[in-house]
Structures are given as structure tokens and as C-alpha cells.
């Protein structure tokens, strides 16, 4: 694990553990790096990086942070604004930027703020150079063959410029409507924009398709963003859309790479439920190449029953949109994601994209000509229980004989009826205990059984 960049960015508290001077200072190698990058192949233009940013109070800080780095190391820096992470994704890999960063925590609390890198190719930064940066950071920085206590300011002529380039977010909007194959005419949709990224994006993508849109959480104020909204809290979208009678509704996150669906009854359909929808309908197309979805382990059971039963194969990742990707990229798969709504179509996009898994759902309604919730019901969800437990030492707890022995037992217990995982947190002094069963009681059984070895064994931070 990376001492500053998890699988999803640098990621903190803003002017706690994620500071103005960091952002300055990954401003500064990124700016150098990629610019010496260039020099030493022979092109003297500078270097070219493109931000962009979410709604948080904290964002504008950052991005003036960053500009003053990527600027003061001869880099040119280009100014999506207030936009989404998977637009900068597209700019990256569609009009030749040398790299792109994209400053939001995601479904974070407006107070965390976080740095997103994404390559050339508009795909997370690839680990060498999040390295490079990382090594920077702690003054340890070794590049081209030599170390560097202190990187090179650029002077006179060679100081980057910034560039406003709102145009880009633009020729993304124009990439999504695009993509549209049907006309949304008649159609009401509810759309929760989570006071984030996609506030003054999404309705005009449904709009420009026909449909009859309604938004929902679309006032940010720097503060607000996922504030009881979007899709981490999402009873809010299934309130409207009952109330409103509305045929469906989608809600993201703040930076809008994540999508979870409503249906016309006010029903949660997940990631699971995307995955399930968009992979049965891309199957029966012909366009479902390997016959395979990629899925994390944190997908329910449920859903590989279901994907049994229509004869689509699957793959299991680490959690993580990055892992996915990874094997899609790999492995040559179209439809890939996670429960929690990152999901992703790599003929269309190569990270999660929130607005074009809306419209990839619309396309599959609109085609069958039937409701969401007809789509959903061949999906069985089986009942989940999980339970952090905080360890001393995680390693110590997961390899334990006797916790081992209970989780075969678990496991043995439940047969084909169900599942059991138990994982380490990233992030956090926790060991995960999760169970899967026909009902609630059952899993509670089973994890408490695992949970109760963990204690006695005495795991637990006391």
C-alpha cells in the first residue's frame, strides 16, 4: 500500500493530513517530471496536464496549489473547473495531455478533499510514477539515473501558463449525448446530483436526449456536497421518485464516477443490479466479449446466482474500480465494476463513469421496453451482514489458527446457500467478517461465530 495515494488518490482531511503545500508540491513533480519526460525524447514543448475539480470549499485551494506547482516547473496547466472525474479521464486520453488530475474525495465529507492521478491514456496513474511522486514528497526523490534534493524552477519564457478550458468539459458532454441510441421522450427521470461534480452536467446530457428531468440536490455551496444526498444516501432520490411518479431515477456521487438506480417503485437497485442489467442486455446483443463481467469479492451472492442462471461467466478482483480495470484491461472485457456503483464500459470509457452508466441504463429500458424493476426482479439479493472488528495486528488475527478453523466451519455451515469473507481493511486496524445467507439470522450466526474466535483470542483493541 502506498504511503500517501490509496487505490483511489491521495485522500485526507483538507489542511490536515492533505495539505496546500502537498498539492504544491505534487504540482511541482508532475510539472518537472513529465516536462524532462519530453526534453529528454527531444520535444521541447512544455509540458501539458489538465485539472479538474468537485465541488468542495477546499477544491479552489487545491487547484490554485496545483497551478502554482505545474506552472513554476514549466508545465502548462488546463482549467476544466467544476467538473467530473471521468470527463478528465476523457480529455486525458482524447486530446493529448500529458497527464490529468482530478481534485475530490468522492463520496467523502465536503472536509476531505483528495488528488486524483490520472496517465496519458486516461487511466489511474500507473504505480512507478505515483512512486516517483511519493518519493518526492519525503524528500527521497531518485529519477533519470540521479537524485534530486531539489527540482528545477523554470524561468523567464519557460514558467507555464494556465489555460482556461471549460471546452473540454464540453466536448465531453458532447461525447456522452453521442452515445445515446434512443430518444428519452416521455421518459421522467429523477437525477441526484449529490451537490457535487455533476450539479451542472447531468441534467443537461438527459435534456439534450428528451427526457423529462428532475434534479434533486443540484445547489452546491462548497459544503453540502453528499450532505444526505447522492449515492451514499440515496433515500432521498427513492422519496422523490415515488412522490413525482417518475419512471426512474439515478444518483451520483460527489465526483460522479459512481451511479446506483431507483426504480419506478422507489426500489435500490445497486451496482449488483447494473452489472446484472447492462450484462444480461450485452449478452443477448452479442456485445459481451468473453462472455464474462468483472466483479470485486464484495459482490453479493445473489448476483452470481443470477449470472448462472443466464449462462454469463464472471471474474472475482480485489475491492477496488482500479483492480477491476486492471483485469477488463487485461483480459479484454467490456462490462465491469462494484456494488457500490463503479462501473465500468471499456468501449466507452476506461474509469467508472456515473453519467454514461445512467445512460447505458435508459438504453437497456428503452430496448426491452420494459420497467426498470421488471429488468431487476430475475436478481435475487441475499441478505449481508458485516462487522469491523478493530485489531492489534490484522495480520495476526486473519492467520490465526483458530480463526481460520471458524471461518471453515462458517463456510462449511452455509455450503452453496451462501458465503463467507473475512478481509483485512485497507486503511484502517480492522479485520472484516462479512456473511451472505437465505436470511439475516443465519448470516448474524455465522459472523458472530467468526467475530466471537477474534475476541477470545484476544485480536481486539481493548
Not at 487545491?62 to 478528465?88: C, Q
Request: glycine residues 12%.
Amino acid at each position: 500500500m502506498s504511503k500517501y495515494f490509496g487505490t483511489d488518490g491521495f485522500r485526507g482531511e483538507a489542511n490536515k493530513n492533505l495539505t496546500a503545500d502537498h498539492a504544491f508540491r505534487v504540482g511541482r513533480f508532475l510539472g518537472w517530471y513529465y516536462g524532462e519526460l519530453k526534453r529528454r525524447a527531444g520535444d521541447a514543448t512544455p509540458a501539458r496536464i489538465v485539472i479538474g475539480k468537485d465541488t468542495r470549499r477546499s477544491s479552489y485551494m487545491f487547484e490554485y496549489s496545483l497551478v502554482g506547482g505545474l506552472t513554476a516547473s514549466g508545465a502548462d496547466a488546463y482549467l476544466l473547473h467544476v467538473t467530473t472525474t471521468p470527463s478528465v479521464a476523457y480529455v486525458c486520453r482524447t486530446e493529448g495531455f500529458d497527464c490529468g488530475i482530478m481534485i475530490s474525495a468522492s463520496h467523502n465529507p465536503y472536509y476531505d478533499n483528495g488528488l486524483k492521478l490520472i496517465n496519458g491514456d486516461g487511466e489511474k496513474m500507473e504505480e512507478t510514477t505515483i512512486d516517483l511522486v511519493e518519493a518526492y514528497l519525503d524528500g527521497a526523490l531518485e529519477a533519470f539515473g540521479q537524485k534530486w534534493e531539489v527540482l528545477p524552477y523554470a524561468t523567464g519564457d519557460a514558467i507555464g501558463r494556465t489555460v482556461d478550458y471549460v471546452a473540454g468539459r464540453n466536448r465531453y458532454l458532447g461525447y456522452l449525448i453521442s452515445l445515446g441510441l434512443y430518444s428519452f421522450k416521455g421518459i421522467k427521470v429523477g437525477l441526484d446530483c449529490a451537490n457535487g461534480a455533476s450539479w451542472n452536467m447531468a441534467k443537461s446530457v438527459f435534456d439534450a436526449l428528451g427526457a423529462e428531468t428532475y434534479v434533486i440536490n443540484a445547489e452546491p455551496n462548497g459544503t453540502n456536497i453528499n450532505l444526505d444526498a447522492g449515492s451514499t444516501k440515496i433515500a432521498g432520490l427513492q422519496k422523490f421518485v415515488r412522490e413525482n411518479g417518475l419512471d426512474v431515477g439515478f444518483a451520483f456521487d460527489g465526483d460522479c464516477d459512481r451511479c446506483l438506480a431507483v426504480d419506478e417503485n422507489g426500489s435500490l437497485l445497486t451496482g449488483d443490479h447494473i452489472l446484472y442489467i447492462c450484462g444480461r442486455y450485452m449478452k443477448e446483443n452479442g456485445t459481451l466479449l468473453n462472455n464474462t463481467v468483472v466483479t470485486t469479492i464484495m459482490s453479493n451472492i445473489g448476483l452470481y446466482k443470477a449470472f448462472d442462471a443466464v449462462g454469463i461467466g464472471y471474474a472475482k478482483t480485489a475491492v477496488g474500480d482500479k483492480y477491476v480495470y486492471e483485469y477488463m484491461s487485461k483480459n479484454g472485457c467490456r462490462l465491469g465494476g462494484e456494488e457500490s456503483g463503479h462501473i465500468i464500459f471499456s468501449k466507452y470509457a476506461t474509469t467508472g463513469d456515473g453519467l454514461l452508466t445512467s445512460l447505458k441504463m435508459m438504453e437497456v429500458m428503452i430496448a426491452r421496453k420494459a420497467k426498470m424493476s421488471e429488468l431487476a426482479a430475475p436478481l435475487t439479493i441475499y441478505p449481508q451482514v458485516l462487522v469491523n472488528v478493530r485489531v492489534n495486528d490484522k495480520k495476526a488475527a486473519q492467520n490465526d489458527p483458530d480463526v481460520q478453523a471458524a471461518v471453515r466451519a462458517a463456510e462449511q455451515a452455509l455450503g452453496d446457500s451462501g458465503r463467507i469473507l473475512v478481509r483485512e481493511s485497507g486503511t484502517e486496524p480492522l479485520i472484516r467478517v462479512m456473511a451472505e445467507a437465505a436470511t439475516e439470522e443465519e448470516c448474524h450466526a455465522q459472523v458472530d461465530s467468526i467475530v466471537s474466535v477474534i475476541r477470545a483470542k484476544g485480536h481486539e483493541i481493548q
